[in-house]
């Protein structure tokens, strides 16, 4: 017997995953926005939580997206492996198989929600298993595929969040957490959609209806527009709410001027003018999106800060002696 | 004859029960953290019942006498 056949012959044919394959599986890109909007969600809820609870919450909703994200990849792989963007995941790079990442999604997925129940009660968990039942069975099983509003609805699901944070904290549903999961929802389409209209993807090889290819650039950008239109009142609306303030209508109102401006733009001229100048105005709008969703749920934890103060509206009237 | 089977799948596999065991442990510490968090809450529940039993002295004894 040699040596390469005792070292290698039992290893052959089986991936062995790394600790980091598995995390890949999480997408750890898209919990960063999950844990921020659910830290929010959960700070401005007008019932104090505990830190270490308010710890725990937010780790039960971020392993519960990442669940969700390996439940995506255990059924998407035929399409991840077609597709330049996705080609390098851990089960089309052959790094796991897409039984460990079923595995890992199922028990995840239990895990976070039972810790969930039992650090902040029943609604809370409640909502984050609708949210991945939502996320890994109608939008990644049965809707992505089967229409172009697929970026709508899979939205929803990573619009809850903040709605899970504030029902860890109150125990309850209420306007000011149905309007952060509103602002996350109308701003996901025209943020994705923008993107679309510059970047040259495959999705069409693998399948997957996208709004650029089945009903032209004309129409998405139409979308973008309508989209944008319908996220103003949600975003300036949450600002007359108990956790909005002049911070943040301040901020909501410049950016959403910006917005409505960019994609006021993008509906007025057509796709030779975007050639000609290298498709500027698709990226500055979706460049504006990306600190859009960020600033205005950080205006939020700042008002949020304020709150032992006063609240914003108090110390701006003490300081301006209104 | 001693065998020595080296390979990189070792190293990884290495890494890889390390992770778990980590991960057991900091799922072990978040439990305990979870209980004595809520066990320190009821503290709430005790000064409630205890008010109640003050307020309430006649019912407890009834029910003691009969």
């Known amino acids: 017997m040699t040596d390469a056949s005792m070292t290698d012959a039992p290893f052959a044919g089986r991936p062995e995953a790394g600790i980091g394959d598995y995390f890949a599986l999480l997408k750890p890109r898209v919990m960063t ?21 308010g710890f725990v919450v937010v780790l039960c909703i971020a392993v519960g997206g990442g669940a969700s994200g390996a439940l995506n990849m255990w059924w998407d792989a035929d399409i991840d492996a077609i597709m330049r963007r996705t080609r390098n995941r851990p089960i089309p790079s052959g790094k796991t198989t897409p039984g460990d990442a079923l595995a890992l999604g199922l028990a995840l997925s239990g895990f976070s929600v039972v810790v969930l129940f039992l650090a902040a009660g029943p609604l809370a968990a409640g909502l984050l298993a609708f ?25 929803a699901a990573g619009a809850f969040p903040p709605m899970i944070g504030w029902a860890a904290a ?25 993107l679309a209209l510059f970047v040259k993807s495959d999705y069409g090889d693998a399948g997957v209806p996208m709004l650029t ?13 309508a989209y944008t239109v319908l996220l103003v009142p949600v975003a300036l609306g949450l600002g007359f709410t108990s956790i909005g303030g002049p911070i943040y209508l ?10 409505l401006a960019g994609a006021w733009q993008l509906f007025r001229r057509d796709e030779t003018a975007a050639e000609a100048d290298g498709y500027a105005a698709e990226k ?18 700042i008002e949020a ?5 006063g609240g914003s509206w108090q110390i701006l009237s003490a300081l301006f002696g209104a | 004859m001693t065998m020595q089977v080296e390979h990189e799948l070792h190293h ?29 809450n009821l503290g709430d529940i005790v000064d409630l019942e205890r008010a109640d039993r003050a307020f309430q002295p006649a019912e407890t004894g009834t029910g003691a006498d009969q």
């Open chain 1, 33 to 53: 926005l999950v844990v921020f909007t659910a830290l929010v969600g959960l700070v401005v809820a007008p019932v104090p939580v505990h830190p270490f609870l």
């Open chain 1, 213 to 225: 290819e089945t009903h032209g650039r004309r129409s998405t950008r139409r979308h973008i527009l």
């Open chain 1, 131 to 155: 949210t991945i039942f939502f996320y890994a069975v109608i939008y990644t099983m049965w809707l992505k595929r089967s229409t172009p509003q697929n970026i709508v609805i899979g939205g």
């Open chain 1, 305 to 309: 800060a304020l709150r032992p103060w």
């Open chain 1, 250 to 259: 301040a901020v909501a109102a410049v950016l959403n001027l910006q917005f």
């Open chain 1, 170 to 194: 109150t125990g309850d549903i209420a306007i000011e957490s149905v309007l952060m999961f509103a602002l996350t929802f109308m701003w996901t389409p025209p943020h994705f959609w923008a």
């Open chain 2, 12 to 40: 990884r596999r290495k890494g890889r029960n390390f992770g778990v065991g980590l991960l057991l442990v900091a799922f072990v510490g978040l439990i305990f953290g979870l209980t004595v968090v809520k066990t320190l």
């Open chain 1, 284 to 301: 500055k709008v979706f460049k504006i999106s990306l600190g859009y969703l960020f600033l205005h749920f950080g205006a939020l934890l």
